[in-house]
């Protein structure tokens, strides 16, 4: 199958929609004290020592520039219940802080939310060129956890993971 054009891409956007992930919404503060939030499901573990993760956004993005080396940002891995809060992060929009309950953290200065199954404080590591992505290597500077279900996508659509059984 040719992977150019619009039905291929939508073709293997669907293969890679079986494979269930976590949702993060991903914060920080713009150089101009803007709010800058948003919703990334490409993230991944890297190395536990030194502690890091990666994750991915669009070269398309509006908030491309503001997650340069050495930038604070804090990445939430969303509870099932805030399924609306990834969709409000995830479309452009004037303000998609709108009703969202915030904190800004005194180590980071990156804005915090609660209500979340965990939370890692990161600085951005290195940038590497993805394709029609970039991928951000950050560094994980501190983390917490709660006890809370975690929000999943899979194909299109959001699912919880709050009774889960062993194999």
């Not at 976590?22 to 914060?27: A, K, Q, Y």
């Not at 004290?33 to 990334?40: D, F, H, K, Q």
């Not at 890091?52 to 993005?61: C, D, E, Q």
């Not at 950050?138 to 009774?163: K, M, N, Q, W």
């Amino acid at each position: 199958m040719s992977t150019h054009g619009a039905d291929a891409q939508r073709a293997l956007r669907n293969v890679l929609g079986t494979f269930p992930t976590g949702v993060t919404v991903i914060t920080t503060m713009g150089a101009d004290g803007r709010l800058i939030g948003l919703t990334v499901n490409s993230f991944s573990s890297v190395s536990l020592d030194p502690p890091l993760v990666l994750w991915s956004l669009s070269r398309r993005s509006p908030s491309l520039e503001q997650f340069p080396v050495g930038k604070a940002h804090v990445i939430h891995v969303l509870a099932d219940h805030q399924a609306q809060m990834a969709l409000q992060f995830a479309n452009p929009r004037a303000d998609k802080w709108a009703g969202v309950e915030y904190r800004v953290d005194d180590d980071s200065g990156a804005p915090t939310i609660d209500g979340c199954v965990a939370r890692l404080f990161c600085q951005t590591e290195s940038l590497v060129d993805g394709g029609d992505h970039l991928v951000i290597l950050s560094r994980v500077t501190r983390h917490e956890i709660s006890d809370r279900a975690p929000l999943v996508f899979y194909r299109g659509g959001f699912l919880s993971l709050a009774e889960r059984s062993t194999i």
